[in-house]
């Protein structure tokens, strides 16, 4: 099976989204533990990081 590289799926594990931003699993965590975060994914217990929001959030917070 091939494996789809990170910046063509649309949603990624905390593992995958700190490979693919630069930002720490923690720190992660603690962005999303918010109930009004506009990129995360919740199925059941398990957080995905929805990639183009959150491109879209970083690119938000730096341009400041």
């Not at 699993?25 to 959150?54: A, M, P, Y």
Request: hydrophobic share 35%; aromatic share 10%.
């Amino acid at each position: 099976m091939k494996e789809v590289p990170i910046w063509e799926k649309s949603n990624l594990t905390l593992e995958e989204t700190a490979a693919y931003s630069g930002i720490g699993i923690n720190k992660l965590r603690t962005l999303t533990d918010n109930e009004h975060c506009q990129f995360v994914l919740w199925v059941g217990s398990k957080r995905l990081i929805k990639r183009r929001k959150l491109d879209e959030y970083t690119e938000k917070m730096f341009s400041l």
